[in-house]
């Protein structure tokens, strides 16, 4: 595990944006891996700048999101299609057929787990996965479990989770109960991972992912396992680990 500590949010994004361009750089055809919430925002942000400003061509690039809510359709706000679109897609130069993101209204989600693994693995595999981490420790949609769940699969979220983020919608009650994740074994066969981590409220669940022992039940310490991880902090959710 490589460990880089930045000086505060914009500089752990910053950073993180130049490994995803050097990525791309060095292998224009790219499969990236990608996440959502609020970590890794400023990090697209930085990624569209670099692509009008310095022309970093995604033309031949092909991404997985990690995960989807069961139940919002792709034009909801709170949709990880909405996010996607929004944050990154609609502003660089990526080919639609390209964008793969699992469908959280399949009539049949087990089914859509299943064409999603494959997709992945008919496209090569992921070179190079972006994930944050849960207060729970959770990667994806990986919640703490008696078991690590191995490839794509429909989770039931953790009450913690909901919680954290009904702050996107109006009520608590509209968040969905459940989504479809990338399992453990899909992140872990990702060649290179870079797990970005921001603020106070991260830095127990990044000590015990670094530190602590691989148990299911703090998914993101799995990552210990991995040959190519970057974990990127800024200080604060470093303050266990400095
Ligand atoms: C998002 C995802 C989640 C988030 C995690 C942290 O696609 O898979 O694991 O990365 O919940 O969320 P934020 O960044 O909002 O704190």
């Keep these: 595990m490589r460990i880089l500590i930045e000086e505060n949010y914009e500089a752990m994004s910053k950073k993180a944006a130049l490994m995803v361009a050097g990525q791309i750089l060095l292998k224009p055809n790219s499969v990236l891996g990608l996440a ?25 690039i092909t991404t997985f999101n990690l995960d989807e809510y069961v139940g919002l359709n792709q034009d909801n706000i709170n949709s990880y299609h909405y996010y996607m679109f929004d944050n990154l897609f609609n502003h660089v130069n990526i080919k639609k057929e390209n ?9 049949n989600l087990y089914e859509e787990c299943k ?16 994930l944050g981490i849960g207060k729970n420790g959770h990667i994806g949609f990986n919640e703490p479990d008696l078991k ?19 702050r996107f919608f109006s009520s608590i009650d509209e968040v969905p109960r459940r989504a479809i994740s990338m399992g453990i074994k899909t992140i872990m ?14 830095a127990e669940a990044v000590k015990k992912a670094i530190f602590g022992p691989i148990i299911p039940g ?25």
Excluded: C, W
């Design 99 to 107: 964008i793969f993101i699992p469908d959280g209204m399949a009539e």
């Design 115 to 130: 064409r999603y693994e494959k997709l992945i693995k008919d496209r090569g595999g992921i070179d190079l996965q972006i």
């Design 148 to 166: 690590f769940e191995a490839t794509t699969h429909v989770v039931e979220l953790d009450d913690e989770t909901i919680k954290a983020n009904s």
């Design 189 to 202: 066969h990702s060649r290179k991972i870079i797990l970005l981590a921001s603020g106070e409220e991260k």
């Design 36 to 60: 959502t919430g609020s970590t890794p925002l400023y990090m697209y942000r930085e990624l569209v700048r670099m692509h009008r400003e310095e022309d970093l061509d995604f033309s031949s």
């Design 218 to 242: 703090l998914p993101a310490s799995v990552l210990q396992l991995h040959p190519d991880v970057t974990i990127i902090l800024d200080r604060e959710a470093a303050m266990y680990v400095e």
